[in-house]
């Protein structure tokens, strides 16, 4: 099994950037996909960006298409979302999660990951 921890999350004026890491530990990282979902109030969790396990292929959400940057290293078994031009509609708690395919390219389908980090919270305001 893979622990998975979250953390940059915080509070953003309308239009400013934030970085947020996701650290793994307890399973070869370097040969799974990573995605990253968000939660926001009263609303259903939901994709924003996946990176396949070689780091080649990535996949948004069209809300974050432009906006958003995932990336990841495997020698730390790190990813990475990269948050420019946030909006107020960006609030919500983060979520990185492992797929639970060896090598896989991403998925949006959230059935697809068998692992979650705790959430960090992401606070945008107007």
């Known amino acids: 099994q893979v622990q998975l921890v979250e953390s940059g999350g915080g509070l953003v004026q309308a239009g400013g950037s934030l970085r947020l890491s996701c650290a793994a530990s307890?399973?070869?990282?370097?040969?799974?996909?990573m995605g990253w979902f968000r939660q926001a109030p009263g609303k259903e969790r939901e994709f924003v960006a996946a990176?396949?396990?070689?780091?080649?292929?990535?996949n948004y959400a069209d809300s974050v298409k432009g906006r958003f940057t995932i990336s990841r290293d495997n020698s730390k078994n790190t990813v990475y979302l990269r948050m420019n031009s946030l909006k107020p509609e960006d609030t919500a708690v983060y979520f990185c999660?492992?797929?639970?395919?060896?090598?896989?390219?991403?998925?949006?389908?959230?059935?697809?990951?068998?692992?979650w980090g705790q959430g960090t919270q992401v606070t945008v305001s107007s």
């Open positions: 999660a492992t797929n639970g395919r060896w090598r896989s390219t991403g998925s949006a389908i959230e059935q697809d990951y068998n692992s």
């Open positions: 307890g399973r070869t990282f370097s040969n799974y996909a």
């Open positions: 990176i396949s396990w070689s780091g080649r292929n990535t």
